[in-house]
């Protein structure tokens, strides 16, 4: 089945900085790549995401790049504050089997 | 309109004790889906069901039964409880169509098993 591997794990950034989060999935067939935010003690939100036909997409100060050939996706958010902070999940998806990443911690300090 | 919603928001069970979580939406979605989550690992699909009267395994089914009997509500039972199944539930559901993989999340429903 697909895996998807999420890193870093952690980051920490300045407020008005850039953070970038990175996927890898295995199935070349995955067609759908969402991104999702999780505060605390709530659900996932999605934030943005990307089909297999579009290498990006921007939405504000958020943008997600997509590499098919090398089987990678990108998360960018720029001038970041302190509301971005949370954990964000990717996702690659095939016909609605969905497989997360561990997800990654935010942390934009004022 | 509430979208997803998930019951109860915290359950603290014994080894062996059974319970069912209900997860209700009120957007008129065709697709529903149970995940777990637990740290470090992301969420992983339980079980999910195409519509009503409908269910299929995802990637870790065992421990699980589902039923979809309407199709606003999706439930999740745990005939056995083990500890192993302490974790945090999540219900997801989508619409049919071109925006059919945009799931959108519950609450979710943290479960302790001692």
């Known amino acids: 089945g697909e895996n998807v591997e999420q890193h870093p794990s952690t980051l920490s950034v300045q407020e008005g900085d850039s953070a970038v989060i990175k996927c890898t999935y295995s199935d070349s067939a995955s067609n759908y790549f969402p991104w999702y935010k999780q505060e605390l003690g709530k659900g996932p939100q999605l934030i943005i995401d990307i089909r297999s036909n579009v290498g990006e997409k921007k939405d504000q100060r958020i943008a997600v790049t997509l590499n098919k050939t090398a089987k990678h996706f990108s998360l960018h958010i720029t001038e970041t504050q302190p509301e971005d902070s949370a954990v964000y999940f990717c996702a690659a998806s095939i016909n609605n089997d969905m497989r997360f990443g561990a997800g990654t911690r935010l942390t934009v300090k004022p | 309109n509430a979208g997803v919603t998930q019951t109860p928001k915290f359950r603290v069970l014994k080894t062996g004790q059974s319970m069912t979580l209900l997860c209700a939406q009120d957007?008129?979605?065709?697709?529903m889906y149970w995940y777990r989550q637990d740290p470090g690992m992301g969420l992983r699909l339980i079980h999910y069901s195409v519509g009503e009267g409908t269910t299929a395994k995802g990637e870790v089914p065992d421990g699980y039964n589902v039923s979809r009997l309407k199709k606003q509500n999706f439930l999740l039972g745990l005939e056995s409880a083990a500890p192993s199944q302490t974790s945090v539930y999540f219900c997801?559901?989508?619409?049919?169509?071109?925006?059919?993989?945009?799931?959108?999340f519950g609450p979710g429903t943290r479960l302790l098993v001692l």
């Open positions: 957007m008129n979605h065709e697709y």
């Open positions: 997801a559901s989508s619409s049919s169509g071109l925006r059919q993989e945009t799931q959108y």
